[in-house]
C-alpha cells in the first residue's frame, strides 16, 4: 500500500544504490542497439555541484534515460577534469595552514600531497552527482591526469611538434601576478572599476612648443613606450606621422605613426603603443616592426633592465635616477610616483574620473598583467579551419543554430593558443633542455635522450621543461581519450564520434572549439554531431548567481526541501535550447505539487483496485472514454518523444505535465469514478485496466525527468520489479478503434465543462452553489453528448440541470460561445451582477494603468539604455502580463453583455 505522501529522503538513495549495482547505467559495446554516446563535460576535481551543473547534468540525464529506453546503447562518459590552477590553489591553502609552502616543500612532495587530497577529497563532486540522479556509465569513470589520458596527452604533443603545429615562441599573454603563470581567457574576467583617464604631453621633437597629447588608464607602462599612434585620416596629425616625440621620463625618441588602430573619436585621438603591456599595442607593434621592451616583471614588479641603454636626461622631460629608484616597486606604486613626477614636469594635462573594464584572474581575484614571455603555443588558426569547415558542411549541428555564428566568429579570429603554464600540477610538458638550450620533444625521457645522443653524437644530460599544460589542452581530448586512444578500443570504434554534447554558451569556444579541432586533427572525424546548447541559470528576477548578491542557490538545499524530482523538472521544464533559466525556491515548490498529483492519482489508482492487467491489450478496449484516454497518451508520447528529438526539455515537460495533470488526472479519472464505483462490471473492469495503462505510460514517459517517483510507483503497481523502469521500453503509440469520435464527443464535454467554470471562477460563483446551464443553437448531436454525459457534467461543471434554450436569454445571463453554440447561466439570482461588472470594470482599469507605466518605462531610451538587460526584459514580462490581465477581464465583462 502507498504511504499518503511520496518521501523522496528515503526512495532516493536506496533506488540508485539498486541501479548502480545492478549495472542499470551500463553501457554494452556488444549490444544489438545502436550506440548513443553523450560525454559529460568533466567537472573540477576540486568542483561542488551548483546551480550550473543541476541544469546541464539533468538535460544530460534526460536525454541518456530517454534514449536507453529506446533501447539505444547508451553510454554517458563519466569524469572529472583535474582543474590546474584550482587544484593547486586548494593544496596550497592547506600547506599554508600548516605554516609551509609549495616551493618548501619540492615539486615532487607537493606533488604527493596533491595527489593525497585528490585521493582523499576529490570524489565529492561525483557523490553530488549520484544525488542528482544522474545514470553514468561509472565504471568507466576517467580523471584528466590517469594514466591512459596521460598518454595521450603526450602522445598528441609531440606528435603535433613534429607536424609543428605546436612551437615555442615569445609572445604577449594573460599574466597572473598572485600565481605567476600565464592564465587562459576563461580564467580572466572583467571587474567594471573606478580609475581615472590621465591625460600626458609628448614633446615632439626639433618643434619647440609643440606636444602630442595622450590619454591612457596605464601611466607606470609609459616608460615601456615605443611609439605614438594616430589614426592616418585624423587630420590633427598628419603633419606628425614620420616625426619623432621625446618620452617623458626616459628621454627616448619614439616615432609616431599611423595606424587605424587608434580611433580619433576616443580620448584626444592619439595613443601610447606598449607593445609588452597591451594586446592590442602588441599587434600594433608586430605591423610596423616596433621594440618591446618590458618595465614590468613577473611580479608586476617595475624594472628598467630592457630600457636602461635608451635612457636620456632631458632637462625637464627626463630624469633617469627617478627610473631607476622606482625599480622594485610595485605596478601601482609605480604609477603613483609617475603621475606624480608627470605633474611636477607639467606634462600632466588633466586627470578624469574614468570607469572601465580591469582584467582580473577569476581565481586570484588580482589585476592580470598582459606580459610578454616566451611560451609554447599551438597553432590555432590552422585546426580551426577544418572545424568551421565541419559546422558549415553540417556535421557537426548546433541547437540553436544561431551559436554556429558565434563559433564561426571566434573561429576566424582566433590567435595562437598559449598552452603552457607556469604551475606544477598538471601535464608536465614532454620537452627536454640540452646543456646548449637544445629542444628534444619525446614521449619520455628515454626518448628524449636517444633524440638527444643522436643530435650530440654523445650521452648529454636533459633538463626537462618546468611548465605544464593548460588544462583545456587535455581536455580538448576528452571525446576520445577517454574511449581509449591512442590504443585502437572497441569502445573508440563504437562510440566515436559521439552523438551530442550539451555545455552553455559560455564555453563554447574554450571548450566546445578546443574538442573540434582536436577531434578533427587526430581522428579525422568531428567529436559530437549536436552540439546542444542551453542557457545560464539565474535568479527569479534573471539576476545572474553571485555570492556578492547573497541570490546563490544549492541545489543540494532545494533537493534536501524539495526532493531531488521537483528540481528536475523544475529545470526541464524551464530550459528552453539557448535561453536562460529563471529558477528559484518558488518555481521548485510549484513543480513538487506536480509530484504530488502524480502520487495522489496513483494512491487513488491503487484504492480503486487498479493494477497492471496480464495481456490487455488497448487496441480492443470498447468505452468511448477508454478510447480518448489512450488517444490521448499515443499523442502525449509523440509529443514527448518529438520535443526531446528536438533537445526541447520544456516542451516535453510540458506535454507531460498537461497529460498527465488534466487528461489523466483532472478529466479522464474524475469521469471514471462513476464507471469504477460500479464494481465488478465490464466496464469497470476495462476502466481499471486502462487506467493502469494509461499510469504506466505516463511512469515511462516521466521517467527521464522524474527517475525516482516513477520507479517507485513502477515497483509498487507490479510493473516490473523496483529499479527496473529505467531500463523499460519508451511508450510506443497503439491502435485505437474509432479514435476521431471518442476524441470529438470527449474533448466536447470537457471543452462545455471547462468554459462553465471558467464563467463561474470569473464571477465568483461560490462552489457550493449549483446554476442551470442553457445552451442556445445546440443541435441533435450536442444534445446528445449532452444526454450521455449528464451525471459527469452536473457533478464537475456544479449544474442543476442542462437544457437547451430556445427563446431568449434570460436577464442578469452570463455567456460563453462553444463551437456554434451560445453557453448560457442565468446568475441573476445567485451573485450581485452589478457589483461584479464593478469589480471588472475597476481591475480592467487597474490593469491597463498599470500597463501603460510600464510602457512609458520602455518607451524611455534612457532606461532602456542604462537598464541591465535582465531589468528590462523583467518590465517587458510585466507588461505582457498586465496587458493579458485587461484582455482577460475584458473578456469577462462581455460575458455579462
Known amino acids: 500500500m502507498l504511504d499518503k505522501t511520496f518521501s523522496p529522503a528515503e526512495a532516493e538513495a536506496r533506488l540508485y544504490q539498486i541501479w548502480e549495482q545492478s549495472g542499470a547505467f551500463a553501457a554494452d559495446p556488444d549490444s544489438s542497439g545502436a550506440p548513443f554516446t553523450v560525454m559529460i563535460p568533466p567537472p573540477n576535481v576540486t568542483g561542488s555541484l551548483h546551480m550550473g551543473h543541476a541544469l546541464t547534468f539533468t538535460v544530460q540525464d534526460a536525454l541518456i534515460r530517454f534514449r536507453r529506453m529506446q533501447g539505444r546503447d547508451a553510454l554517458w562518459q563519466p569524469g572529472t577534469d583535474h582543474a590546474g590552477i584550482a587544484t593547486q590553489m586548494v593544496v596550497e591553502r592547506l600547506l599554508g595552514a600548516e605554516g609551509t609552502t609549495r616551493q618548501q616543500q619540492g615539486r615532487e612532495a607537493f606533488l604527493q600531497r596533491v595527489w593525497q587530497w585528490k585521493a582523499e577529497s576529490g570524489g565529492q563532486i561525483t557523490r553530488q552527482l549520484r544525488r542528482l540522479g544522474a545514470s553514468l556509465d561509472w565504471p568507466r569513470e576517467r580523471f584528466t591526469m590517469d594514466e591512459g589520458l596521460s598518454r595521450a596527452v603526450r602522445r598528441v604533443f609531440v606528435t603535433m611538434h613534429a607536424q609543428g603545429l605546436i612551437y615555442r615562441d615569445r609572445r604577449l599573454v594573460n599574466w597572473d601576478p598572485k600565481f605567476q603563470s600565464a592564465i587562459s581567457d576563461l580564467e580572466v574576467e572583467s571587474r567594471e572599476m573606478d580609475g581615472s583617464l590621465w591625460h600626458i604631453r609628448y614633446p615632439i621633437e626639433g618643434m619647440a612648443d609643440r606636444f602630442i597629447t595622450v590619454a591612457t588608464t596605464r601611466p607606470e607602462t609609459l616608460p615601456g613606450d615605443v611609439a605614438v599612434a594616430v589614426n592616418p585620416a585624423d587630420e590633427r596629425y598628419q603633419d606628425l606621422i614620420g616625426r619623432h616625440a621625446i618620452l617623458p621620463l626616459v628621454g627616448r625618441r619614439i616615432p609616431i605613426i599611423g595606424d587605424e588602430h587608434s580611433d580619433p573619436e576616443k580620448g584626444t585621438g592619439a595613443v601610447k603603443i606598449t607593445p609588452a603591456h597591451d594586446f592590442n599595442d602588441f599587434a600594433v607593434g608586430q605591423r610596423h616592426g616596433l621594440p618591446m621592451p618590458s618595465i614590468l616583471d613577473r611580479q608586476a614588479a617595475f624594472i628598467v633592465d630592457e630600457i636602461e641603454l635608451d635612457f636620456a636626461e632631458v632637462p625637464g622631460i627626463a630624469d633617469p635616477d627617478f627610473l631607476r629608484n622606482l625599480a622594485g616597486q610595485d605596478r601601482f606604486a609605480a604609477r603613483a610616483a609617475i603621475v606624480a613626477e608627470l605633474d611636477r614636469l607639467g606634462l600632466l594635462v588633466t586627470t578624469e574620473r574614468h570607469r572601465n573594464q580591469v ?95 643522436a643530435h650530440y653524437g654523445e650521452a648529454q644530460p636533459l633538463t626537462q621543461d618546468e611548465d605544464v599544460l593548460d588544462t583545456w589542452f587535455s581536455s580538448g581530448l576528452w571525446p576520445f581519450s577517454t574511449l581509449g586512444w591512442p590504443d585502437e578500443t572497441p569502445e573508440l570504434a563504437r562510440y566515436y564520434p559521439t552523438d551530442v554534447l550539451v555545455t552553455a554558451f559560455d564555453i563554447i569556444f574554450f571548450w566546445v572549439a578546443r574538442m573540434m579541432m582536436m577531434g578533427l586533427h587526430v581522428m579525422g572525424e568531428v567529436p559530437f554531431r549536436t552540439v546542444y546548447i542551453h542557457g545560464l541559470v539565474r535568479d527569479e528576477r534573471g539576476q545572474k548567481m553571485s555570492k556578492s548578491k547573497g541570490n546563490v542557490i544549492d541545489p543540494l538545499d532545494l533537493i534536501d526541501q524539495f526532493g531531488t524530482d521537483a528540481l528536475r523538472f523544475t529545470i526541464c521544464a524551464l530550459t528552453g535550447p539557448g535561453r536562460d533559466v529563471k529558477l528559484g525556491p518558488a518555481a521548485v515548490e510549484n513543480y513538487r505539487s506536480f509530484v504530488t498529483k502524480l502520487w495522489n492519482a496513483a494512491r487513488f489508482c491503487e484504492m480503486n483496485a487498479v493494477k497492471p492487467v496480464q495481456g490487455f491489450d488497448p487496441a480492443a478496449v470498447r468505452l468511448p472514454l477508454s478510447r480518448w484516454i489512450i488517444d490521448a497518451a499515443n499523442r502525449a508520447g509523440a509529443e514527448a518523444t518529438g520535443a526531446l528529438d528536438a533537445y526541447r526539455l520544456d516542451d516535453y515537460a510540458a506535454a507531460c505535465y498537461r497529460f498527465t495533470w488534466n487528461s489523466f488526472c483532472d478529466w479522464f479519472l474524475e469521469f471514471a469514478k462513476p464507471i469504477l464505483a460500479q464494481g465488478d462490471t465490464e466496464d469497470a473492469a476495462e476502466v481499471r485496466a486502462v487506467a493502469a495503462y494509461v499510469l504506466g505510460t505516463i511512469l515511462r514517459l516521466l521517467h527521464p525527468a522524474m527517475p525516482y517517483v516513477t520507479e517507485v510507483l513502477w515497483g509498487e503497481f507490479g510493473f516490473g520489479a523496483e529499479g527496473t523502469l529505467i531500463r523499460a521500453p519508451w511508450p510506443e503509440a497503439v491502435a485505437v478503434a474509432e479514435a476521431e469520435a471518442a476524441r470529438a464527443e470527449l474533448d466536447w464535454v470537457v471543452a462545455l465543462i471547462g468554459e462553465v ?141
Open 359 to 453: 582584467p582580473h584572474g577569476d581565481r586570484s581575484g588580482v589585476p592580470i598583467e598582459p606580459l610578454l614571455t616566451t611560451q609554447w603555443f599551438c597553432d590555432a588558426a590552422t585546426l580551426a579551419k577544418p572545424a568551421i569547415e565541419a559546422v558549415e558542411q553540417g556535421r557537426t549541428v548546433f541547437v540553436p543554430r544561431q551559436w554556429e555564428n558565434t563559433f564561426f566568429a571566434w573561429l576566424r579570429e582566433i590567435e595562437p593558443w598559449c598552452i603552457s603554464r607556469q604551475l606544477w600540477w598538471g601535464h608536465r610538458i614532454p620537452a627536454w633542455y640540452g646543456p646548449d638550450g637544445a629542444v628534444f620533444v619525446a614521449e619520455d625521457q628515454a626518448g628524449a635522450d636517444a633524440a638527444a645522443l
Open 757 to 897: 467554470r471558467a464563467v463561474r471562477s470569473e464571477m465568483r460563483v461560490p462552489p457550493s452553489v449549483l446554476a442551470p446551464i442553457l445552451l442556445r443553437d445546440a443541435d441533435a448531436e450536442a444534445l446528445g453528448r449532452v444526454a450521455r454525459w449528464i451525471d459527469a457534467i452536473r457533478r464537475l461543471a456544479r449544474a442543476s440541470e442542462v437544457s437547451p434554450l430556445a427563446g431568449e436569454v434570460p436577464k442578469g445571463s452570463a455567456q460563453a460561445v462553444l463551437g456554434g453554440i451560445t453557453i448560457v447561466l442565468p446568475l441573476a439570482e445567485l451573485i450581485d451582477l452589478t457589483a461584479e461588472r464593478a469589480r471588472l470594470t475597476r481591475d480592467r482599469a487597474k490593469a491597463l494603468d498599470e500597463a501603460a507605466k510600464v510602457s512609458a518605462k520602455l518607451g524611455n531610451e534612457s532606461f532602456v539604455a542604462r537598464a541591465k538587460p535582465e531589468v528590462v526584459q523583467e518590465n517587458r514580462d510585466r507588461l505582457a502580463a498586465f496587458e493579458a490581465e485587461a484582455e482577460r477581464l475584458a473578456a469577462a465583462l462581455a460575458r455579462l453583455g
